[in-house]
């Protein structure tokens, strides 16, 4: 409970949204939040939307999950046009996204971009899964808000780490989500560690 607080409290300080121990759940790294979220949220043969370029992990644990990925192409805004295409016509499941300072193209998504990815997913109940391990390597002004921060409709679920600020062998991160999403993911968490 001490280091929920604790990243309850880092986390409240990003955002206006109320963040408590009860939305947030201690992972072995980001990646196996990525790999409960797929557990509960995916069947084989649904659909995720990921960027191309994207974390080669997230890749690998959606293969695993017989999902069918859907790939939008790297630009220096997000191509919602084509992100409402495959939303209409593949109904995806999830949106697997790093917004701020992706890896590797270094992209901050907009605010204006962050803030239209919502109105899409609240309208075709998408999930969107926001990893956010490089936010806090900053030098000049901030970044935009995480989409979490910006989300009141519950459709965002976020993941930080520590092993890209301030140890990279340690393998603990975090998830932020609505209270019934965490609590069901700890459930199947349990039987992974």
């Given at each position: 409970i001490p280091l929920r607080q604790t990243l309850g409290a880092m986390y409240h300080n990003k955002t206006t949204l109320p963040t408590t121990p009860d939305n947030i759940l201690v992972l072995s790294g980001s990646q196996q939040g990525i790999y409960l979220?797929?557990?509960?949220?995916?069947?084989?043969?649904?659909?995720?939307i990921v960027e191309s370029p994207t974390y080669i992990g997230a890749i690998q644990v959606f293969h695993n999950a017989g999902v069918r990925i859907l790939i939008l192409p790297a630009s220096a805004s997000l191509p919602l046009p084509l992100l409402e295409d495959y939303l209409i016509?593949?109904?995806?499941k999830l949106f697997y996204i790093i917004p701020t300072f992706q890896n590797p193209n270094g992209r901050v998504?907009?605010?204006?971009?962050?803030?239209?990815l919502l109105r899409l997913a609240a309208r075709h109940?998408?999930?969107?899964?926001?990893?956010?391990?490089?936010?806090?390597?900053?030098?000049?002004?901030p970044p935009p808000p995480s989409i979490k921060a910006l989300?009141?409709?519950?459709?965002v679920?976020?993941?930080?780490?520590?092993s890209k600020t301030i140890?990279?062998?340690?393998?603990?991160g975090w998830?932020?989500?609505?209270?019934?999403?965490?609590?069901?993911?700890?459930?199947?968490k349990q039987y992974v560690d």
């Open positions: 979220i797929s557990k509960i949220f995916l069947q084989p043969g649904d659909c995720v016509r593949y109904r995806p998504l907009s605010l204006s971009d962050r803030q239209e109940q998408l999930i969107v899964v926001e990893d956010d391990p490089y936010s806090e390597l900053y030098y000049n002004e989300d009141h409709h519950g459709s679920i976020y993941l930080g780490t520590f140890f990279p062998g340690l393998r603990t998830m932020v989500a609505a209270t019934p999403v965490i609590n069901r993911i700890a459930l199947e």
